[in-house]
């Protein structure tokens, strides 16, 4: 089987790999001969954190993009990212490891039940978080991240209509931040809406003086008993410039890495999920990145992503104009 064959059947290469290879050092060689970069979220796992040339949330990473003049770009996330760098970047090759690395949040914002929601809502500016597909963002009038939705719903007139998508929970935030009443569309990822709140309140009763940190993406009665709410590179900052030795971090777990190559001196607990086994919430969809289809991804450079370019150049437009706001924000 070849590995476009691959690709088809498993939604990555699974081409077989030589035991004797080091493949850190073999994607390294590749990505240096091939002027390939590699993108890393902040979720993935800590060895492809660690081989990343660039680590960070869905804002920082789609600034890199932007500027990169790399001709390949290796995006280790999921889908929409992927996405999100080729509507940035259509004059470059996108590849991802694993093409099955979806996202619950934008999956569960379909584009015609989208369009039929917007067309209920006339005369309203449609503001879509960038955790969405290509479609949407191309029916959309500004992206956003968590790292800058409340900055950007605060630029708009003060009378503006609003329609936020998909994420329920950032968009109830925003609202209640900013006093705002944006219209929502009814999604959430699956990560964040499965924290156990009594778990996290009884790891406080063990930990008083532990700071409770958490994504706007989280149910809310998780965001009000936290001391602190911000986007994964705002709790990164926190705990690297807040006195407090101990936190209970509630998000993916994926961050942990960073934080402690950040502060090794630092105590970081993760909050668990619901029907957590492990004591921790993982993204099911980052983990599909691993290293080995990351080096069949850069020998074979697929899977590609594709956009057709009437949805890229309409997909462009609202991110461009987050990425114009968020430099004049200094964000």
């Not at 990343?52 to 889908?79: C, H, P, R, W």
């Not at 996290?200 to 063990?206: A, D, G, H, V």
Request: with cysteine; net charge negative; proline share 5%.
């Amino acid at each position: 089987m070849t590995a476009q064959e691959d690709v088809r059947k498993f939604g990555f290469v699974n081409q077989p790999i030589d035991s004797n290879i080091d493949l850190k050092s073999e994607i390294l060689r590749m990505k240096k001969e091939k002027n390939a970069v590699i993108l890393g979220h902040f979720y993935i796992n800590p060895e492809l954190q660690d081989i990343s040339d660039y680590v960070g949330d869905s804002l920082q990473l789609a600034q890199m993009a932007a500027k990169t003049d790399a001709e390949i770009i290796v995006f280790l996330g999921v889908n929409f990212m992927g996405e999100t760098a080729k509507i940035i970047c259509p004059d470059k090759k996108v590849i991802i490891p694993d093409l099955n690395a979806g996202c619950s949040l934008a999956d569960s914002c379909p584009a015609d039940e989208f369009a039929k929601f917007i067309a209920e809502h006339p005369g309203h500016t449609v503001v879509s978080y960038i955790n969405t597909t290509a479609a949407i963002k191309s029916m959309t009038d500004i992206t956003v991240t968590s790292s800058n939705a409340k900055q950007i719903a605060e630029s708009l007139p003060a009378d503006e209509k609003i329609i936020f998508g998909p994420d329920k929970n950032l968009g109830g935030y925003i609202n209640a931040q900013t006093g705002r009443s944006m219209v929502l569309w009814n999604g959430a990822c699956h990560v964040h809406r499965r924290f156990d709140l009594e778990a996290i309140l009884k790891l406080k009763e063990e930990h008083p003086g532990a700071k409770i940190i958490a994504h706007p993406e989280c149910e809310k009665p998780v965001v009000i008993v936290a001391d602190f709410v911000a986007s994964t590179a705002g709790l990164l900052k926190y705990v690297k410039n807040n006195d407090a030795k101990e936190f209970i971090v509630v998000t993916e777990s994926g961050i942990l890495h960073q934080m402690r190559k950040a502060v090794p001196e630092k105590t970081l607990i993760p909050a668990p999920a619901l029907d957590s086994t492990c004591g921790c919430n993982d993204c099911n969809f980052m983990k599909l990145n691993t290293l080995e289809k990351l080096y069949n991804c850069l020998k074979y450079e697929m899977p590609e992503i594709t956009i057709p370019e009437d949805v890229r150049e309409k997909a462009y437009r609202p991110i461009k104009r987050m990425l114009d706001v968020s430099a004049k924000l200094g964000l």
